[in-house]
């Protein structure tokens, strides 16, 4: 073989040796890049309260639309949109002069009137707080002192004139004495006829009078009455706060009238707020008053709030196929605003078990737009998707996408892809 021909065999066989060597370099370094340590844990599974999630938006405990009880024209407004107020406090003043002046025309007419009874009662005899009797009135006492008089004397007449008629037959006494007797008798009892009268017509005259009495009482009562209604007036022209809130609205200015149809402010009670949920009518066996609703807002999103179930609604939606339950949140921070929309969980009386994992080894990916856990099965990585519950401290609730009891990875997360060798 000549020199040439040798070359070029050697020339192969170094070349396909290197080819060779190069090859199996490559596929250490790639098994070797994949087999990186990670550390792990393990998924448990624990028992928990049942609970399931629901929808809705805060509303306030009170929301009052406040309009003045008379009408007038607005002197003050005191308060702005946005101020908080207490129970009693002044939020619109109206103009109150003329409520002032017919206050003092009633307190007159009050003074007037009992004037008039205290009149009619001296009338009549009558002491303040004394009940009425006709016999102390002082024409029916002299009335009937001459009536007892009169009676007393008919009744002496009358002894003196049987006297007579028995003296006249013995002939004893003349005839002449006897017919003056007897006209004495006559004109006794016609005296006692005539003052009995008089005595009867002076009592129902009383009677009458205690009428006059009753009527001036009657004054009396409709003047305190109409003292009352122009101090209440008077009261009405200073409009106030229902309740402690926040005022939310205040269309009234100084200057406008304003009558008992047009508001002038509103107000909301906040210190404790409801959550109207919309809930999914499969839940309606298990939904009571009573039980406990934990619930996040957007504005505070790591703070869980906690109310309970006051009202639910026993019809269910035709449309939607849910129903209405209500929940009482305590809110003594003003943290919830009525409009807030809220992601609620009611918390059942059951215990369910739920598997747990810790945070860090959950991560969210954009492309797919879903959490995702990577677990370990005989040393290799394996993509699971997995949908995410309550965060317990350092642990988060997997609702689905692993039954338990699986090893998960916890860092280096970006380093791994499905299928990859974990030491």
Not at 49 to 59: E, R, T
């Amino acid at each position: 073989m000549s020199r040439f021909k040798l070359f070029l065999v050697s020339t192969c066989v170094f070349a396909l040796a290197v080819s060779c060597g190069g090859k199996k370099s490559d596929a250490k370094m790639e098994n070797e890049s994949e087999k990186i340590v990670f550390q792990t844990a393990r998924a448990v599974v624990r028992d928990i309260s049942g609970s399931f999630q629901a929808n809705g938006s805060f509303i306030a405990e009170e929301t009052s639309d406040i309009n003045p009880a008379v009408g007038g024209r607005v002197e003050a407004t005191p308060v702005d949109v946005g101020s908080f107020v207490v129970r009693g406090q002044i939020i619109c003043q109206l103009e109150k002069k003329d409520a002032e002046l017919r206050l003092e025309q009633a307190r007159a007419t009050l003074e007037q009137a009992k004037f008039m009874l205290s009149q009619a009662e001296s009338r009549v005899g009558l002491r303040a707080g004394a009940e009425f009797n006709p016999e102390n009135v002082p024409e029916v006492l002299a009335s009937k002192a001459a009536f007892d008089a009169a009676t007393a004397s008919s009744r002496l007449a009358a002894a003196d004139a049987r006297r007579y008629e028995n003296l006249i037959k013995s002939g004893d006494v003349s005839q002449s004495a006897f017919d003056r007797v007897r006209t004495q008798h006559e004109t006794a009892e016609a005296a006692a006829d005539s003052a009995r009268k008089q005595y009867e017509a002076q009592m129902n005259a009383a009677r009458q009078s205690f009428g006059a009495v009753e009527a001036a009482r009657a004054s009396l009562a409709a003047a305190e009455s109409q003292l009352s209604m122009a101090q209440k007036n008077l009261e009405d022209t200073s409009v106030r706060a229902p309740f402690d809130g926040y005022i939310t609205d205040r269309p009234a200015t100084v200057g406008q009238w304003r009558g008992s149809a047009d508001k002038v402010a509103t107000m909301v009670r906040i210190s404790t707020v409801k959550l109207q949920l919309q809930i999914p009518e499969q839940r309606a066996g298990m939904t009571k008053n009573g039980m406990e609703v934990t619930a996040r807002v957007v504005a505070w999103p790591d703070r869980d709030f906690t109310g309970r179930l006051i009202a639910v609604v026993p019809s269910i939606s035709m449309n939607s196929r849910t129903f209405l339950a209500e929940a009482r949140f305590d809110n003594p921070d003003a943290a919830l605003r009525p409009g807030m929309y809220a992601t609620a969980r009611v918390i059942l009386d059951e215990m369910i078990k739920a598997v747990f994992v810790p945070s860090r080894a959950v991560f969210y990916d954009n492309t797919t737009d879903a959490n995702h856990v990577y677990t370990v099965v005989n040393g290799i990585a394996r993509l699971n998707v997995v949908q995410t519950g309550d965060v317990q401290g350092n642990e988060i609730r997997i609702l689905s996408g692993l039954k338990g009891e699986e090893t998960v990875v916890l860092d280096n997360l970006a380093d791994l892809h499905d299928g990859a060798t974990v030491n």
